[in-house]
């Protein structure tokens, strides 16, 4: 990214100069390495300020252009997606929400109940923030496309983590964030099948004609450079990764339970992202242990939630407790921690644990 700050400083657009071409081949090489991670072709990648940008572009371009006023979406989705669908009910869309199991997997009997009525936009995440389980996108877009609605999926927690193919998955539309595989903060993208016609979604922001036309803005270079080297990076490293940071947590979730089998682990039965895990300990305030726990960077929830004292909707959905659902600790497991790290983690939260339960 360095040089794109500096000594490489065109401006992408201004292809009539050498400085221009030098920032269009590095934002050319970074779409090429963006599609890479999720085997899909360069032209249909279009660069954001991140995934909430692009979620709001998908939700408010494409129900303006349609003037169809039906949208399904999980419950639990991520605000990004959640609070701009929240706008169009405002603006007289009708919303159906979609719940979950007691594991936090959408269900799909639900949604084939809601999809009796034809929708026109249905919106499901590949992955949970919160708790890291993985959703079953091309089950739920068969059953939409079924009904000729069209699919979002917010594929923010699984890029880089498990394998996204959008050739696969059946989705209409694909939102990615730079920085949840390593890459800079306040880049992302919106990737469009190419089959669905692009000239039917509204740009959300207008402007000189940037982005084939599609989103208005000088592109931020170094932002866009350093996105494309993370999904390189994320992909080389994802097969490695996900052995590694599955069996890490497994240590982890082990640990935790053989001392306090009273812990619960949110999502254990279902299908996870290897490095996720959100657990609750009953009747102990999760902001007491988190001060125990100064060593590590753990948080209470999702990052965006923390600080929130209302229980978090995913677990709300998936029908957990209001004190289990009040008191949970996430642990996100970071692709260069190490063997030892792990080891030492362990030992702080059974310590941490332990002094919270004694009586003194
Ligand atoms: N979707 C999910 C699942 C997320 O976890 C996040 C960020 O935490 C977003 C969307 C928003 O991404 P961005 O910060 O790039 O707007």
Do not use: W
């Given at each position: 990214m360095l040089p794109y700050f500096s000594q490489k400083f065109g401006n992408p657009s201004s292809i009539t100069h050498r400085f221009g071409l030098e920032a269009d081949a590095a934002v050319s090489l970074a779409r090429e390495q963006v599609a890479s991670l999720i085997n899909a072709?360069?032209?249909?990648i279009f660069f954001t300020s991140g995934a909430t940008e692009a979620a709001n572009w998908v939700i408010s371009g494409l129900c303006a252009v349609k003037g169809r006023n039906r949208v399904l979406l999980s419950a639990i989705e991520h605000a990004a997606v959640r609070e701009p669908v929240n706008r169009l009910a405002a603006s007289g869309f009708r919303i159906g929400t979609c719940g979950v199991t007691?594991?936090?997997?959408?269900?799909l009997t639900e949604a084939q109940n809601h999809l009796l009525e034809p929708v026109h936009l249905a919106c499901l995440m590949r992955?949970?923030?919160?708790?890291g389980v993985i959703q079953p996108v091309m089950e739920f877009a068969e059953l939409v496309k079924g009904r000729g609605g069209l699919v979002l999926c917010d594929a923010v927690q699984a890029a880089g983590k498990i394998q996204v193919d959008v050739k696969k998955l059946g989705a209409d539309f694909l939102i990615l964030s730079s920085h949840k595989l390593y890459g800079p903060k306040g880049a992302g993208c919106l990737w469009i099948n190419?089959?669905?016609?692009?000239?039917g979604l509204k740009p959300l922001i207008s402007g000189g004609g940037q982005e084939s036309g599609f989103r208005g803005g000088t592109l931020n270079v170094p932002a866009v450079v350093g996105f494309g080297k993370a999904a390189e990076l994320s992909q080389k490293r994802l097969t490695e990764n996900e052995i590694r940071l599955r069996e890490f947590r497994k240590r982890i979730e082990e640990t935790l339970l053989t001392h306090f089998p009273e812990i619960c682990i949110h999502g254990r039965e279902a299908d996870r992202i290897p490095g996720t895990l959100l657990f609750s300990l009953g009747g102990h305030r999760a902001g007491r242990l988190l001060k125990e726990l100064k060593g590590l960077a753990v948080s209470t929830g999702s990052a965006c939630a923390?600080?929130?004292?209302?229980?978090?909707p995913v677990l709300k959905a998936m029908k957990v407790a209001d004190d289990l659902a009040r008191n949970t600790i996430r642990i996100s497991l970071g692709h260069p921690i190490t063997d030892s790290e792990i080891r030492d983690a362990c030992e702080l939260l059974l310590s941490a644990i332990r002094k919270l339960k004694s009586p003194h």
């Open positions: 072709k360069p032209e249909d007691l594991q936090g997997v959408v269900n992955v949970n923030n919160e708790t190419p089959k669905f016609k692009k000239s923390s600080g929130n004292r209302e229980p978090s």
